[in-house]
């Protein structure tokens, strides 16, 4: 009897790349059940229409077009939940992973009885042939980071940041549950989720140059994995949101320095002057942070973005005006160092704020 395989095949603006990677995928068919599902993340290049033509001639090929839904793990997650093999393969969408690395991490997985399979782009057999020497450099800083903020168990992987791997979906399926959509990498929310409780090898990958499109790493990915390690090394007991969030106070902390400071020594303004305008830039500058970064799954746009400045100003005076009386009474009867009695009206207004905006600003 032949193994039932589900491939997920989470894809936005993959269109050249997708239709080629389907055709060699449906060969797999001589050897096991097979069920394509290509996630897709409302593509503007066409990528969803030209899967769904396949689908109606192949029921082998099933779509999930998502609309007000983005992000890679959320979409590798939905598609695992969505399907009915008893294992599951993960893999790019853009050219860059072998099927045949599917074949033989499936074998892999089925003779050593483990839980997952994972491409690795770090073997010593490895062959990188698509990555930068930049790109390279980044993810090796990446998973030495990721390894200190796992468990033990998994030390002997050098590719945590891998998306290509083969899952048994009995043995994984309680954990994929519990993956935070907006992680970093779905392999390694997998892992840390787990706690040690899977049981995994690797395989060599041969990483192939992207053949269209570019590729989809930018700062918002490189700030997601940053929020992943300090969830994960809290053991995931404060909101991802929350940590993200708390990053961006620290950015408006320095904006509010620097707009003191130079207002002081630059302007002539004296403290007491100078704070307010620089709680209310370091206001508007942590706004406009979290906009593009923490919640950009609700991220406001023009008319909107106006209106949530607005309204996140609105739900921060009660703190600004709290930061800037205990800022100047810290100053005026404890000490006269600007900089701790800055200290003292910042953390007054965290909490506040996180809760505050998160429900009245981006309604989330």
Known sequence: MKTHLSVILPTFNERNNILTLLDELLKLS????????????????GTSSSVRELAKKDRRIRL????????????????????????LAIMDTDGQHEVRSIENGLEKLIEGKLDFITGSRFLEKSDIKGLSDARRGG??????????????RYTHLT????????????????????????????????????????????????????????SKLDIAI??????????????????????SFGFVGSTGVFVQFFVVYFLIWFIGIDFENALPFAVVIAASSNFLINNALTFRSNRLKERGLMIGL??????????????????????????????????AGIIV????????????????
């Open 139 to 152: 993810s090796n800083i990446a998973n030495s980071l990721a390894r200190f903020s796992l468990p033990k």
């Open 222 to 243: 490189v700030w997601d994995f940053l929020v992943s390690l300090v969830h994960t090394c809290l053991q995931r007991s404060i909101p991802r949101k929350a940590i």
């Open 349 to 364: 207004v965290y909490i506040w704020n996180y809760a505050a905006s998160s429900r009245l600003v981006w309604n989330n």
């Open 159 to 214: 590719d945590f940041m891998s998306g290509c791997m083969v899952l048994n979906r009995q043995s994984c399926i309680s954990c994929i549950e519990k993956i935070d959509v907006n992680g970093f990498k779905f392999f390694y929310e997998l892992l840390a989720v787990s706690k040690g409780k899977l049981k995994g090898e690797e395989i060599e990958l041969i990483f192939q140059p992207r053949k269209y499109g570019s």
């Open 64 to 87: 999930i077009n998502r609309l007000g839904r983005a992000g890679l793990s959320s979409a590798i997650k939905e598609g695992c939940l969505c399907a009915t093999g008893e294992v």
């Open 30 to 45: 001589d050897s096991y059940e097979i069920e394509l599902i290509v996630v897709d993340d409302s593509s503007t290049d």
């Open 310 to 343: 607005f309204k996140f100003l609105l739900v921060s005076s009660l703190p600004i005006f709290a930061n800037v009386g205990l800022a100047t009474t810290f100053f005026n009867y404890i000490s006269q160092n600007t900089l701790l009695s800055q200290i």
